[in-house]
Structure formats: structure tokens, C-alpha cells
């Protein structure tokens, strides 16, 4: 008798984990629309990036990939079923946020805008302080998206970026 119960606990046991396995498996669909909206996102960032992560909520994903060169991570939402892009975020792993020292002026921030996105139109440039630091933040739009950049107004590096595909 004993090894009949032990048996059917087993057997029992076997049927709830195929069951759960199969609940927790993504379907086919699901799959193909990950890999198309991780391509999506690949196609918009440095080729170079390695991919970090990636999770679904609701009907968006976030991959998340980072630049090995700059210690960059870039956070991209994507419409998961339609694999648009919808926003993109860059935050650099390192660089200071800002700073008490200023050597940059606004049209030096205009230019690094249009050496890194040559089609920028529309650049606004304005200086920001949080805390003890000042930063510089220029907003613009291209065809694609509206971007906004903070910069460290000492050395005119870029420490976060966000562009908000149309």
C-alpha cells in the first residue's frame, strides 16, 4: 500500500510541474514578437552593445543593452506587438553629473547636439543646477524622434540621454 501512495504522490507531482511548465512557457507568437522587437532595439543603438535584459509588462517590452567601450546602458521601450520603438533612454555607467566648474557655453553644446545627431533641428539649450552642480540640458527633434541630452557643462560629456520616438 505504501508504495501505491507513493506512487500517485509521485505521479501527481509529475502532472502539476508538466502543468505549470506549460503555463509558464511563453507561446510561439510571443517569442517571435521578443526577438523582433530585441532587433528593433538593436538597430537604433551602437552595434557594439551587448545585451543585458529584457521584460515584458503589458503590452511594452524593455531590453536593456550596454556599450562596452563607454559603460553606457541603454534602456529601450519597445511596443512589444508591433515592435515600434517608443522611447530609448542612454545613462552612462561613470561620468559625473554634473558640475561647479562651467568651460562650455551653450553653442558649445549645440555643436556636440549636431556632431552626435546631425539631423537635430529645433536645439534648445539650458543650464540646470541640481544641488551644488550645474548641467546643461539641449532638447531637439529629428525625423525619427524628440531627444533630450543633459551634459556635464565642464567637459560637454553627454551623462544621460532620452529620445522619444514619434
Known amino acids: 500500500m ?3 501512495n507513493v506512487f500517485s504522490l509521485l505521479a501527481a507531482l509529475v502532472v502539476l510541474c508538466v502543468g505549470a ?10 517569442l517571435g514578437q521578443s526577438r523582433a522587437a530585441i532587433e528593433v532595439a538593436k538597430a537604433e543603438i551602437p552595434a557594439n552593445c551587448n545585451l543585458i535584459g529584457y521584460t515584458t509588462k503589458g ?23 508591433t515592435s515600434k520603438i517608443k522611447e530609448i533612454e ?10 561647479t566648474i562651467i568651460n562650455k557655453t551653450p ?14 533641428r529645433n536645439i534648445v539649450v539650458t543650464m540646470d543646477k541640481e544641488g551644488n552642480n550645474s548641467y546643461y540640458e539641449a532638447e ?27
Do not use: C, H, W
Open 2 to 4: 505504501k508504495v501505491k
Open 21 to 30: 511548465m506549460a503555463l509558464a512557457a511563453p507561446a510561439p507568437s510571443q
Open 59 to 81: 503590452d511594452e517590452s524593455r531590453i536593456t543593452f550596454q556599450d562596452p567601450d563607454t559603460l553606457e546602458y541603454y534602456y529601450v521601450k519597445v511596443a512589444t506587438a
Open 90 to 99: 542612454v545613462k552612462g555607467a561613470t561620468f559625473v553629473k554634473g558640475s
Open 107 to 120: 553653442a558649445d553644446i549645440e555643436r556636440f547636439v549636431m556632431a552626435e545627431y546631425p539631423d537635430a
Open 140 to 166: 531637439f527633434t529629428t525625423l525619427k524622434f524628440k531627444g533630450e541630452l543633459k551634459f556635464n557643462p565642464a567637459t560637454g560629456v553627454i551623462f544621460e540621454r532620452e529620445l522619444d520616438y514619434y
